[in-house]
């Protein structure tokens, strides 16, 4: 490798998040009596991964 070789990026583009994946940052509220069995599926393993997170800290 030459000494200019060094300088290129070899990867000079920047990702992009297509727009139909943006959200927009709100946080939603949650009923627990409209909740059915995916949504309380959903909420036992965001507890599990919080716990998981927790205990690597």
Avoid: I
Avoid at 18 to 33: C, H, S, Y
Avoid at 46 to 51: E, I, L
């Amino acid at each position: 490798m030459g000494r200019d070789e060094h300088n290129k990026a070899k990867n000079s583009f920047l990702a992009q998040t297509p727009k139909r994946q943006l959200t927009d940052g709100k946080d939603v509220e949650f009923a627990e009596e409209f909740a059915d069995h995916a949504d309380k599926e959903a909420q036992a393993r965001s507890r599990v991964a919080d716990k998981r997170a927790k205990k690597k800290e």
